[in-house]
């Protein structure tokens, strides 16, 4: 792993740790960097990390918490994707969009809040994420992807943003729990199929 004087850790070598301490002075970690590393329970993260790259974390099915800094902008593709025990997520301000697939299949995931500085949640980002109750980013984002919260069967109907532009292709597809979801006046593309199966 790398120390506290590198600007990135490229990849985790450990075995056997189930609670993971980055150092300070990490300010990157690179795309699959803990990619699969089944053992992994919890990870705490440094101030001063600013980027998680592509499929950082995803695969580690045993992981339950992570903490993501204050000071973290980019999040990669599907960096968390398939971390089964993941249960809560704050987004930090300063990351402007949740990508492809970020959180996708993460199923025991339940609460998504912060993401005050978003605009954007790309396609799938939260697909299959079927005990997702609470995702307070979908209270700000003005642009959610094709099949962004596809099958988050928990969810109920969220207060979109205001701001609202653009929903794409099966953004809420087979969200079973939703009643009735206002859509802003200002939208200006519904993509097709963007409730079927909200039998609600």
């Known amino acids: 792993m790398a120390t506290g004087m590198d600007i990135s850790l490229n990849a ?4 056997d740790e ?3 301490v980055v150092p300070a002075g990490v300010r990157e970690i690179r795309a699959d960097a803990f990619r699969h590393h089944g053992e992994i329970v919890s990870v705490e993260l440094p101030e001063g990390l600013e980027v998680i790259g592509e499929h950082a974390f995803a695969g580690c099915m045993a992981l ?19 971390c089964l025990r993941l249960r809560e997520v704050h987004v930090p301000d300063g990351v402007d969009v949740l990508p492809e697939g970020v959180f996708s299949l993460c199923s025991g995931l339940e609460a998504v809040t912060g993401g005050a500085g978003l605009y954007g949640i790309e396609e799938e ?9 609470v995702c307070e980013p979908l209270g700000v984002a003005v642009d ?5 919260f596809s099958w988050c069967v928990e969810l109920p ?6 701001d609202l532009v ?34 609600g």
Request: hydrophobic share 35%.
């Open 125 to 133: 980002a939260f697909s299959g994420c079927k005990s997702l109750r």
């Open 18 to 20: 189930k609670h993971v």
């Open 64 to 82: 339950e918490r992570v903490n993501l800094p204050s000071t973290l902008r980019s999040i990669g593709r599907r960096a968390f994707r398939s």
């Open 12 to 15: 985790y070598s450990g075995k």
């Open 157 to 162: 109907a969220p207060v979109l943003s205001p």
């Open 144 to 148: 959610i992807g094709a099949h962004a």
């Open 166 to 199: 653009y929903v794409g292709d099966g953004a809420f597809r087979r969200c079973t729990s939703f009643g009735t979801c206002e859509l802003p006046p200002g939208v200006e593309y519904v993509g097709e199929d963007v409730f079927i199966g909200c039998w």
